[in-house]
Each structure stands twice: as structure tokens, then as C-alpha cells.
């Protein structure tokens, strides 16, 4: 079965960096579009940023030119690199495997002094 574990979540100081890492395993990862969510607590779940098979990439307005997502596909991972950081980026970051409607159970970023 097809799933995705993502890690590389905590607590970081506003202006500081993170790099998120999602794995994934069941599935031939080269051939899927993979995308990055957030859910802030009170709020709905939105995309951050996405990946296609072909490298094509998209991002949230509130995180372009400070996240960047890439992409191992040996290592069947993808990456998010969270840069300048802001308090209103606090949440839960998802992984997805879109046309799979695979799910990690998400890894907690709070950025905060």
C-alpha cells in the first residue's frame, strides 16, 4: 500500500530555516505528482507547494521566494526547504501523493521566538 512518512519538523526561531523530508514507499514515487500541505490549527488545510513528475513546481503566494520543493527520486523522497521563516508558517505539513490520496501523519513546524 501506498504511504508517505514526513519528518524534519520543530521549533525554529522566526528567520530561521527547516528542511522537510517525505518518504515514500508501495509506489513507483518517479511517476507520481507530490505535494506539500499545511493546516494551521482553526484553519483548512492548503497547499504549499507542488512537484510533477516532470519537475514542473508551484507554490502558495505566501511562500514563494522562501520554500522551495525538491525532489529524490532514487531515494523516493521529496523535499521542502523552508527558508525565512514566519510565525503565521506555524502547522502541521503534509505530504501527499495526489492521485494516490496518500497521506503521512504530518510533521509539526512552529516558528516562534
Known amino acids: 500500500q501506498a504511504q508517505v512518512v514526513e519528518s524534519g519538523g520543530g521549533l525554529v526561531r522566526p528567520g530561521g530555516s527547516l528542511r522537510l523530508s517525505c518518504v515514500g514507499s508501495?509506489?513507483?514515487?518517479?511517476?507520481?505528482?507530490m505535494k506539500w500541505f499545511r493546516q494551521a490549527p482553526g484553519k483548512e488545510r492548503e497547499l504549499v507547494a507542488g512537484?510533477?513528475?516532470?519537475?514542473?513546481?508551484n507554490y502558495a503566494d505566501s511562500v514563494k521566494g522562501r520554500f522551495t520543493i525538491l525532489r529524490d527520486n532514487a531515494k523516493n523522497t521529496v523535499h521542502l526547504h523552508m527558508n525565512s521563516l514566519k510565525p503565521e508558517d506555524t502547522a502541521v505539513y503534509y505530504c501527499?501523493?495526489?492521485?494516490?490520496?496518500?497521506w503521512g501523519q504530518g510533521t509539526q513546524v512552529t516558528v516562534s521566538s
Open positions: 501527499n501523493v495526489h492521485s494516490l490520496s496518500a
Open positions: 512537484s510533477t513528475r516532470d519537475g514542473v513546481t
Open positions: 508501495g509506489f513507483t514515487f518517479g511517476i507520481y505528482n
